[in-house]
C-alpha cells in the first residue's frame, strides 16, 4: 500500500468521524430544541436525511423534520423528484409499524385468517356503526387472507358507555366471542381487569386518529374507514 493511498484512507476516515460527530450534536441540538416547546415529547429517533443539514425526527409512530440547528419544523410531504418518492410517508409508515410491534399482539384481539397473507391492524369503537359493518364480515376478511387485528379506540373517552364496553369485551374470558356479541349489539357481561384500552387510545391519538374504524396495512399505510373484504385485498396487494 502506497503512502498516498494510506493518507486518503486516514483523510476519509477522518472525515467519516468529524460527520458523524457533527450529525450527533446536531441530533443533540434538536432534542434540546425540542423539549423547550414540547417538554412532554421525547424523540424515540433522531437521524440525518439524504438532505444536507435536515433531520427526521421520530416521537413515536410521529414523524416530523427539523433543521439540524434546531431552529425550523417541517411537517408535510418531502418528495425526491428523481424516485417521485415521499420521504415522509415511506418514514411515517415505518414508525407506525414500529408503535404497532412495540405495543405487540399481547394487548390486541386478533381474528387471524387460516390462510393468512396479510394482517391488518384496526383502530375500533364498539359502538361505531361502520366498526360493525366491518366486524360483521369479519369471516369474508378471512377469506382473502386477511388476519384482522383490533385494538380500541372509544370516541366518547374515557369512563364512557363505550369505554366500558372495550375493558368488557378485552376482559371476557373468550374475547373474539365477547367482540362479536358486542359489535351485534348483545350485552358482554362487565367485569374489571388490568386492561391495554388506554394505551390503545393514546396510540390512536399519536397517530392522529380522530375517526373510526382506522385501518392501518401492513406496509404501515393508513386507511381511514369501512373498506370492502375484496376492495381492501386488492389495496393490500397492489401496495
Known sequence: MTTRFRFRIAAAAALLVASTTLAASEAQTI???????????????????????????EIGPQVMYMTGDGRYLIDGAIVDLETRENLADAAQNKARLRALSALGEDEMIVFEAPDAEHEI????????????????Q??????????????????TGVDTPSYEKAVAVWCAKDQQAAMTEAKNGQPVESQACNNPIERHMELAELMGIRGTPAIVLDNGQMVP????????AQVLEEQ
Open 31 to 57: 432534542r434540546e430544541a425540542l423539549a423547550k416547546v414540547l417538554p412532554d415529547a421525547k424523540p424515540t429517533s433522531v437521524q440525518p436525511t439524504p438532505i444536507d443539514g435536515l433531520f427526521q425526527v
Open 138 to 155: 369479519i369471516d369474508a376478511y378471512a377469506a382473502e387472507g386477511i388476519s384482522v387485528r383490533y385494538l380500541f379506540y372509544p370516541r
Open 225 to 232: 374507514g369501512f373498506v370492502e373484504p375484496k376492495r381492501l
Open 121 to 136: 391492524t384496526v383502530f375500533t369503537d364498539i359502538d361505531c356503526g361502520y366498526c360493525r359493518k366491518l366486524h360483521q
